[in-house]
């Protein structure tokens, strides 16, 4: 079994920083990609940032120049460290880790986290 747990979430007013982190752990033969999803109230699940393999990384167009990710592969670790955060980034934040449990296995699972609060507010 897989678990991926956050932390680091929380109250931040506008022009804030936060870093979350996230870690991967169980039995698995290797992390195929990693990243961030957020949701807020009343809106769909959305793409924040992702690594893919060693070094392909995708960012959302709301969140470039502003977020940061990163990845530690020893730890199966990823960090978000947000800047410039702005009221319209108030949600609960996600991580996923798309894993191949086995090495010859052409099977991949995705597996989340419980999710993580960050609100930003004066």
């Known amino acids: 079994q897989v678990q991926v747990v956050e932390s680091g979430g929380g109250l931040v007013q506008p022009g804030g920083s936060l870093r979350l982190s996230c870690a991967a752990s169980?039995?698995?033969?290797?992390?195929?990609?990693m990243g961030w999803y957020r949701q807020a109230p009343g809106k769909e699940r959305e793409l924040v940032a992702r690594?893919?393999?060693?070094?392909?990384?995708n960012y959302a167009d709301s969140v470039k120049g502003r977020f940061t990710i990163s990845r530690d592969k020893a730890k199966n670790t990823v960090y978000l460290q947000m800047n410039s955060l702005e009221p319209e980034d108030t949600a609960v934040y996600y991580c996923?880790?798309?894993?191949?449990?086995?090495?010859?296995?052409?099977?991949?699972?995705?597996?989340w986290g419980q999710g993580t609060q960050v609100t930003v507010s004066s």
């Open positions: 690594i893919i393999g060693d070094d392909n990384i």
């Open positions: 169980g039995s698995f033969f290797r992390i195929n990609r």
């Open positions: 996923n880790a798309n894993v191949r449990l086995r090495a010859l296995s052409y099977s991949n699972t995705d597996y």
